[in-house]
């Protein structure tokens, strides 16, 4: 198991974050991060989070301060200059209607090499950025390979586009990391949902502090 991911993602990673994420996060969205030393720099990492908004996935990545890979559609891949730049950047391919199989293995591959892996417990977008129903796929992959979670609150993304609007809005951005949470003990129903709780209550938490 790798300690690291690639040196080349790591790299696309810092050019990214510093031309176009971090400066839209700062002075677009007047972002602020708590928590940051909360996050391991090395090992693998699964960083679980509330869905608001198609702006989170960066808005961690950048929070967090180290690459995080995702789930992509498995179409994105067929495009070979696209397929390259994505695989670099973290993401990995789902098959349409296999996609907690096939993203659960993906996901364990790229925790094997060092990747920090993100996942929206939601399992998608909601409008007001709470997590009415977690899915148990991150205590899954985290009680198979043993890698710790971390919950993370974005809080304000579910206002970013008005209703109707294609342009995002200004607002305020607030990003709260907490406590490392252990993988569950075994891959048992019961202990994947506790844990998957555990992990919902400290996002709750975390996005009840606001601004």
């Given at each position: 198991?790798?300690?690291r991911e690639p040196?080349?993602?790591?790299?696309?990673?810092?050019?990214?974050?510093?031309?176009?994420?971090?400066?839209?996060?700062?002075?677009?969205?007047?972002?602020?991060?708590?928590?940051?030393?909360?996050?391991?720099?090395?090992?693998?990492?699964?960083?679980?989070?509330?869905?608001?908004?198609?702006?989170?996935?960066?808005?961690?990545?950048?929070?967090?301060?180290?690459?995080?890979?995702?789930?992509?559609?498995?179409?994105?891949?067929?495009?070979?200059?696209?397929?390259?730049?994505?695989?670099?950047?973290?993401?990995?391919?789902?098959?349409?209607?296999?996609?907690?199989?096939?993203?659960?293995?993906?996901?364990?591959?790229?925790?094997?090499?060092?990747w920090a892996v993100?996942?929206?417990?939601?399992?998608?977008?909601?409008?007001?950025?709470?997590?009415?129903?977690?899915?148990?796929?991150?205590?899954?992959?985290?009680?198979?390979?043993?890698?710790?979670?971390?919950?993370?609150?974005?809080?304000?993304?579910?206002?970013?586009?008005?209703?109707?609007?294609?342009?995002?809005?200004?607002?305020?951005?607030?990003?709260?990391?907490?406590?490392?949470?252990?993988?569950p003990a075994s891959?048992?129903?019961?202990?994947?949902?506790?844990?998957?709780?555990?992990?919902?209550?400290?996002?709750?938490?975390?996005?009840?502090?606001?601004?």
């Amino acid at each position: 198991m790798r300690d690291r991911e690639p040196s080349v993602s790591l790299l696309l990673y810092h050019l990214f974050k510093w031309s176009v994420v971090a400066p839209t996060l700062g002075l677009y969205f007047r972002g602020r991060v708590y928590g940051i030393d909360q996050v391991p720099q090395h090992g693998p990492l699964v960083i679980v989070a509330n869905h608001a908004s198609d702006f989170d996935p960066p808005l961690v990545s950048c929070s967090v301060r180290r690459p995080v890979s995702y789930m992509a559609k498995e179409e994105l891949f067929r495009v070979p200059m696209l397929s390259s730049a994505i695989r670099l950047y973290g993401a990995y391919p789902v098959k349409r209607g296999s996609a907690d199989r096939s993203a659960i293995r993906a996901a364990i591959t790229q925790l094997n090499q060092g990747w920090a892996v993100g996942i929206f417990l939601s399992g998608t977008r909601t409008d007001d950025g709470r997590i009415p129903e977690a899915k148990l796929g991150a205590a899954l992959i985290a009680a198979k390979t043993g890698a710790p979670l971390l919950p993370l609150s974005l809080w304000g993304t579910d206002q970013i586009f008005a209703k109707g609007s294609l342009i995002p809005r200004p607002v305020p951005i607030t990003i709260r990391i907490g406590a490392v949470i252990p993988a569950p003990a075994s891959t048992q129903r019961d202990d994947l949902a506790g844990v998957t709780q555990q992990c919902v209550e400290a996002i709750h938490q975390l996005h009840d502090l606001g601004r």
